[in-house]
């Protein structure tokens, strides 16, 4: 009740030339303002139509304690180097929904800090080692409903913390069992929703997937 009783009121003052309504430690924004509230740890935009996100758009020193920032549903198409440099400690992100083909760790000050990442429902078609590399402490990651039709076998190396990871609903058809072994944390990894090759040529794929 308290979050739709923020929104309300969101509402009300964006009409009355506000952008922003900050609710306890939480900052609600409908529009990029051009002054962020400071003291607050989450902050939630609800925008539309958004393109790139370059380097000054979140230019603030009072972001710095901002630890949870969402931006869902927003038509990201990019981000800039640093465009979240000012969230030094960040460490859960949502980016669903968006339009973004890639995730780069330069869009951080710094990116270990991250423990969270949600790109779900993007337009990402690979994963790599430099996809996630620097976000060395990262514990659960959401890249469910993309393009993805490759994960190249170092893609985790550096992710010994991960947890939960979701792959679902892309568009693998294998995937190289030696992925997962670095994973010593792993507990949740979803794979359905993918057009899966279970032909004997997978044999060992197959056999891996069996074991989660």
Known sequence: MRGVAALALLLVNVHLGRPCEKVEQVLFCLKIPSYFDPGCSSLLMVLKNIGEVNSTVFQSDNLASIISL?????????????????????????LAGN???????????????????????????????????????????????????????SSFRSQSALAEVDLSENRLTWVPPQIFTSLGSLRSIRLDGNPWNCSCVHRDFVASVKGW
Do not use: H, Y
């Not at 993007?122 to 993309?146: D, F, M, P, Q, Y």
């Open 70 to 94: 969402i931006i869902n549903n927003a038509n990201i198409t990019r981000i800039a180097e640093k465009g979240f440099g000012s969230f030094p400690q960040l460490t859960s992100l949502s």
């Open 99 to 153: 339009m973004l083909s890639q995730v780069n760790t330069s869009w951080f000050r710094n990116p270990a800090v991250l423990r969270e990442l949600n790109v779900a429902d993007n337009r990402i078609a690979e994963v790599t080692e430099s996809t996630l590399k620097g976000l060395s402490n990262l514990t659960k990651l959401r890249l469910n409903k993309n393009r993805i039709k490759a994960i190249r076998p």
